[in-house]
């Protein structure tokens, strides 16, 4: 008689988890920034097409590693839910909180019920009037939301990043200063660093400035000339410089990537 199969809600939830985890580590990580005049969003991207970095709403952005197909989906539902809403009842009732919260519901369903969770990681992002009213939220592929203070940092290498960036960056910093802090943290520090060219990077911004549609892109040539403007940061201590790569040091730091994670 044949064995009937069985695991334990516990290993599938790990397994699931493991599965989803790999996968965004393939991808490049993801930066988002409060500054003095809205919220940026900078990664490395060398695809001018497969954008990582979207449009929601008139004060809303979007941001996310992983599986490009996944994520796509996930962002076109989101303009779907803000366009229904606010045409529903207003504008002004559109906002990150219900984004985000809507985006947890399909993320935690999927994780649970289905047999594959979805393989992305997710950034909602709403500028307000002043800086200490922007919302940063940051999802999970279980569903779970963190609420962020300033900044959320995406991807294989996120808690390394997130350190670093968390030592550098303070409220009231101009775009400039944001975006050479955030390509400085996606180059790498010590042994790992590396040179990336603007070309190869993806930049955006909520512009707390204009009126109704904030978002907007930055081409390479503002951003080279944001660059040149932000004035020289200090090196970085590397002290992992002379310690040995921990295991799947190579995944973790997004250095390999595939046509499903940009």
Same mark, same amino acid.
């Given at each position: 008689?044949?064995?009937?199969?069985?695991?334990?809600?516990?290993?599938?939830?790990?397994?699931?988890?493991?599965?989803?985890?790999?996968?965004?580590?393939?991808?490049?990580?993801?930066?988002?920034?409060?500054?003095?005049?809205?919220?940026?969003?900078?990664?490395?991207?060398?695809?001018?097409?497969?954008?990582?970095?979207?449009?929601?709403?008139?004060?809303?952005?979007?941001?996310?590693?992983?599986?490009?197909?996944?994520?796509?989906?996930?962002?076109?539902?989101?303009?779907?839910?803000?366009?229904?809403?606010?045409?529903?009842?207003?504008?002004?009732?559109?906002?990150?909180?219900? *984004?985000?919260? !809507?985006? #947890? @519901?399909?993320?935690?369903?999927?994780?649970?019920?289905?047999?594959? $969770?979805? =393989?992305?990681?997710?950034?909602?992002?709403?500028?307000?009037?002043?800086?200490?009213?922007?919302?940063?939220?940051?999802?999970?592929?279980?569903?779970?939301?963190?609420?962020?203070?300033?900044?959320?940092?995406?991807?294989?290498?996120?808690?390394?990043?997130?350190?670093?960036?968390?030592?550098?960056?303070?409220?009231?910093?101009?775009?400039?200063?944001?975006?050479?802090?955030?390509?400085?943290?996606?180059?790498?520090?010590?042994?790992?660093?590396?040179?990336?060219?603007?070309?190869?990077?993806?930049?955006?911004?909520?512009?707390?400035?204009?009126?109704?549609?904030?978002?907007?892109?930055?081409?390479?040539?503002?951003?080279?000339?944001? *660059?040149?403007? !932000?004035? #020289? @940061?200090?090196?970085?201590?590397?002290?992992?410089?002379?310690?040995? $790569?921990? =295991?799947?040091?190579?995944?973790?730091?997004?250095?390999?990537?595939?046509?499903?994670?940009?």
């Amino acid at each position: 008689m044949t064995q009937p199969f069985y695991v334990s809600p516990e290993q599938l939830m790990k397994d699931r988890a493991d599965f989803a985890r790999k996968g965004i580590a393939r991808g490049r990580s993801v930066v988002v920034l409060g500054y003095d005049e809205g919220i940026a969003f900078v990664t490395e991207n060398p695809s001018g097409a497969l954008h990582k970095i979207s449009e929601i709403y008139d004060r809303i952005g979007f941001a996310a590693v992983g599986k490009y197909n996944e994520f796509e989906n996930l962002r076109v539902a989101g303009v779907r839910y803000a366009d229904l809403r606010g045409y529903s009842y207003d504008r002004e009732d559109v906002n990150a909180r219900g *984004l985000a919260n !809507a985006y #947890a @519901q399909t993320l935690g369903a999927v994780f649970t019920t289905e047999s594959k $969770p979805l =393989e992305v990681e997710l950034a909602v992002a709403e500028v307000g009037a002043d800086q200490d009213s922007d919302q940063l939220y940051r999802l999970a592929y279980d569903g779970s939301v963190a609420d962020e203070p300033g900044f959320v940092v995406m991807g294989g290498a996120a808690d390394k990043l997130a350190e670093r960036v968390r030592a550098r960056w303070t409220p009231g910093m101009s775009l400039p200063e944001v975006l050479a802090l955030a390509v400085q943290v996606l180059s790498g520090t010590g042994k790992d660093a590396r040179t990336i060219e603007t070309t190869n990077l993806e930049a955006a911004v909520l512009d707390r400035t204009r009126t109704r549609r904030t978002f907007r892109r930055l081409s390479v040539h503002t951003l080279t000339e944001l *660059l040149d403007q !932000a004035p #020289a @940061q200090p090196p970085e201590q590397a002290e992992e410089a002379s310690q040995p $790569p921990a =295991e799947g040091t190579d995944a973790a730091n997004g250095t390999a990537s595939s046509p499903d994670h940009p």
